[in-house]
């Protein structure tokens, strides 16, 4: 029988290394039910989670990340109060920081369908049908991961970012949503290595400034849309 329940944890305003633990102890616990299922004769359910939170300001870059992508140097991260972690996820460099959604759903694959590129697809999916309660087009770039917007010059800026880490198709880490962000931490780094396109926010789309829980909830409903599943939300 597979678990198509998501428990749903808010857990708030967090640094990026609690999150990073918090996820982990997660992770690991998942992976450890599904070993001890295969050498048992009581097969228990693995949970899967979907874990919200807000970072303080941190860039992080995945493992096959460009280091030269970030464009300040040790002194300068601190002097403007910025964290920065090398990670286990996929990707390359990005911003996180108060005013973005954070989402790492921590899913048990093997209860949904065991295709990495189909959930990439599905967390865009996420993000695209969230952007249309809002008359917003985002759209999907092909060879490249992330939810994309055009501006009023019809160029294309990325509004959510992606990264993931997956190991016995349980996954963590997930995507950073920019709903109202300071934009301007982005030009300290070149976002995900790309450099002929910009990076956007949904409250500069809509020019004002987006409701955080009421965006959340929509966010929330397309998640379990698209995954076929019930989300419970548990403090």
Request: aromatic share 12%; with cysteine.
């Amino acid at each position: 029988m597979k678990n198509k329940k998501i428990i749903l944890r808010d857990i708030g305003k967090s640094s990026f290394s609690d999150a990073w633990e918090y996820q982990e102890d997660i992770f690991k616990k998942i992976i450890d039910q599904k070993i001890k299922n295969r050498s048992s004769d009581i097969k228990m359910e693995t949970n899967n989670f979907l874990i919200i939170t807000e970072h303080n300001p941190v860039y992080t870059i995945g493992k096959s990340g460009n280091i030269s992508n970030l464009l300040l140097n040790d002194d300068e991260l601190k002097t403007q109060g910025i964290e920065f972690y090398k990670i286990n996820r996929g990707g390359d460099i990005t911003y996180h920081g108060p005013g973005q959604i954070m989402g790492y759903p921590i899913l048990d694959l093997d209860n949904f369908f065991t295709d990495i590129n189909l959930y990439l697809r599905k967390l865009e999916e996420v993000i695209i049908n969230t952007l249309k309660s809002y008359d917003l087009e985002g759209f999907v770039i092909k060879g490249e991961t992330g939810v994309w917007v055009k501006d009023n010059n019809g160029l294309s800026n990325k509004v959510c970012a992606f990264g993931i880490r997956a190991s016995r198709w349980v996954t963590m880490h997930g995507f950073s949503f920019n709903v109202n962000p300071e934009l301007n931490y982005f030009k300290n780094i070149i976002p995900c290595g790309i450099k002929d396109k910009g990076v956007t926010s949904v409250s500069e789309l809509k020019n004002s400034n987006i409701e955080m829980n009421e965006i959340k909830q929509i966010l929330y409903k397309k998640f379990a849309e698209s995954f076929g599943a019930k989300l419970v939300f548990e403090n």
